[in-house]
């Protein structure tokens, strides 16, 4: 059973690195990204979205807790490397959390550096559990007989 959560956060990880080696230049040197970012960005929140309908219309009652321990751990991460300037915690985390979705900043403006992986976060979180809340819906309303 904890075998299957762990290959969840395993997948979450898999699925965040094409956009993140696709961000990663553009975020580090601090320059604006390009429509092209954004787009990927914008694809990585509907795959979010996507997972989390998959996940909500198949039932799988652990993941709004896993997706959002996942997330939580990330903002818990960042502000605490933040904060007491640990930047051996702080770099890690911004790289699988925020950078990913670097690309939003192509249509929202480049915010306080320190806010924008906060925001990216969640984003991310809330697209997950946007899309587990319609697919959970969807589940239930279904016949009887196809629910199992």
Do not use: C
Request: avoid cysteine; charged fraction near 10%.
């Amino acid at each position: 059973m904890i075998g299957s959560k762990i290959s969840f956060v395993f997948m979450l990880v898999l699925v965040h690195l094409p956009f993140l080696i696709m961000n990663l230049e553009r975020a580090v040197s601090g320059a604006d990204p390009h429509a092209i970012h954004g787009i990927a960005s914008i694809v990585l929140v509907l795959l979010l979205l996507f997972s989390g309908f998959v996940m909500g219309y198949t039932n799988q009652i652990y993941y709004p807790r896993w997706f959002s321990a996942y997330w939580l751990v990330g903002v818990f991460f960042m502000v605490v490397g933040y904060l007491l300037k640990l930047y051996v915690i702080l770099v890690p985390f911004v790289l699988l959390y925020a950078v990913p979705l670097y690309g939003l900043v192509h249509y929202t403006g480049h915010s306080e550096e320190t806010v924008y992986p906060l925001i990216h976060a969640v984003v991310g979180w809330g697209a997950g559990l946007i899309g587990y809340g319609i697919g959970h819906s969807r589940f239930r309303r279904r016949a009887p007989e196809q629910a199992t």
